[in-house]
Nanobody, 115 residues
């Protein structure tokens, strides 16, 4: 089993920054990727960014140039640096980990952006 614990969410003004963290524990070998998703009220969960074990990254068009995903392999932690936040970035952000064909989810952390 894999456990994911997110932190770093909160309230920020538009234009501000937040840094989310997600620490993985448990059976954490053979990780394929780690990612961040988000879900706003009334909307489907959407992919924000992914990072592979090798460090390759991918971003949703809506966050390119503003968000940066990174990981500390030694600490099994993935980060999401969010800059120039917009009201439309407000959502619950979920950490996701893919390992040998199984996807694991964190409990989510709320990000609120005031205009």
């Amino acid at each position: 089993q894999v456990q994911l614990v997110e932190s770093g969410g909160g309230l920020v003004q538009a234009g501000g920054s937040l840094r989310l963290s997600c620490a993985a524990s448990g059976i954490i070998s053979s990780i394929n990727y780690m990612a961040w998703f988000r879900q706003a009220p009334g909307k489907q969960r959407e992919l924000v960014a992914t990072i592979t074990t090798g460090g390759s990254t991918n971003y949703a068009d809506s966050v390119k140039g503003r968000f940066t995903i990174s990981r500390d392999n030694a600490k099994n932690t993935v980060f999401l640096q969010m800059n120039s936040l917009k009201p439309e970035d407000a959502a619950v952000y979920y950490c996701n980990l893919g390992r040998v064909g199984v996807r694991y989810w964190g409990q989510g952390t709320q990000v609120t952006v005031s205009s």
